[in-house]
């Protein structure tokens, strides 16, 4: 079982312990201590997560996977068990994102190319880091997620507006009532999930304080040149045709709410070449959905 004390806060697997029966790790990452996974023996494969799950999201694949390869699942900094520094301590942006992938990369001293399999902020945090590093990159699972700015055809919701936008609601709704790690339960996957799943999913996020990153995740998304993160994503946007098509693999769920079907019609139309695979009755949480598929199509390309 994992336990930890975070800003004070008792943090267990306790009650999902056997979903989550992976050795703990962690690395001291610009600052700060980050807990990952790192299961199996082989070909890296390196899964990161978005907001607001945490490596406990790629169970799945990391007990599928580790017989064949060496597994890597990190909880990025104010998510999983990783530390939760506050955001006058950390930068919470999309640079230090992938500044902290890279450094945790170098920590476990992988020289041979690796794969990447990534999900919602996931995949603009890897992507980013891949095209920094095209000459370390295997293959790329890219699920439900951006490699671009907004789709022309794609308005922001309203949901995220809000939260984004609207401090006086935002800071007491996700910081207070947690309704982001909480709304994701029934909002993300198409199925109903376990007591114990959901449990699993919101386990970190158990205080005002250990819930930054869930609000700094959605602050920091770039809607206009004026945000942060703006030029970061527009460098992705305008490099992402260095990828190999053949070195990627899309698999979607449509009924998500924020990465639909017009972020995978993007995808495609830069990519036409490149297998999608799209479950049509999968939602954001696709591997919650779809675990034994979306596991198996997975060790096919990986192989």
């Known amino acids: 079982m994992v336990t930890r004390i975070i800003n004070g806060q008792m943090t267990s697997t306790r009650g999902f312990e056997n979903l989550y029966p992976f050795e703990s790790h962690y690395a001291r990452i610009n600052g700060n201590q980050m807990h990952y996974v790192d299961q199996g023996k082989g070909a890296p494969v390196l899964m990161v997560h978005g907001n607001p799950t945490w490596s406990f999201y790629f169970r799945h694949l990391i007990t599928g996977l580790s017989h064949g390869f060496r597994t890597i699942a990190l909880d990025h900094i104010g998510c999983g ?13 999309l640079d230090q994102r992938v500044a902290d992938l890279d450094a945790l990369i170098r920590r476990l001293d992988i020289n041979e190319k690796m794969s990447l399999i990534v999900h919602d902020w996931g995949g603009m945090i890897g992507l980013a880091w891949a095209l920094d590093n095209l000459d ?3 293959k790329i699972v890219i699920t439900n997620t951006s490699g671009f700015l907004l789709p022309a055809s794609k308005r922001f919701p309203a949901a995220l507006w809000a939260v984004k936008y609207l401090a006086p609601f935002a800071v007491p709704a996700v910081l207070g009532a947690n309704i982001f790690a909480r709304g994701a339960l029934y909002l993300a996957p198409k199925t109903r999930l376990p007591q114990s799943v959901k449990k699993g999913l919101v386990a970190p996020y158990n205080s ?10 959605v602050q920091d998304i770039p809607v206009t040149a004026k945000d942060r993160s703006y030029v970061r994503v527009q460098k992705v946007d305008q490099n992402l045709s260095a990828l190999d ?20 019609e993007e995808f495609k139309n830069r990519f036409p070449r490149t297998p999608a695979h799209v479950f049509e009755d ?6 919650e959905d779809k675990p034994g598929p979306t596991l198996e199509l997975i060790q096919k390309f990986l192989s």
Do not use: C, E
């Not at 068990?81 to 942006?93: H, I, R, V």
């Not at 930054?212 to 995740?217: D, E, P, Q, R, S």
């Open 81 to 93: 068990f990783s530390d939760k520094p506050s955001a006058k301590d950390y930068d919470y942006t």
């Open 136 to 138: 370390r990159v295997d």
């Open 208 to 217: 005002w304080a250990n819930r930054i990153a869930t609000l700094k995740f």
């Open 245 to 264: 098509p053949a070195q990627l693999m899309f698999l979607w769920g449509t009924r998500d709410f924020v990465f639909d079907i017009h972020f995978l």
């Open 282 to 287: 999968a939602g954001h949480y696709l591997f």
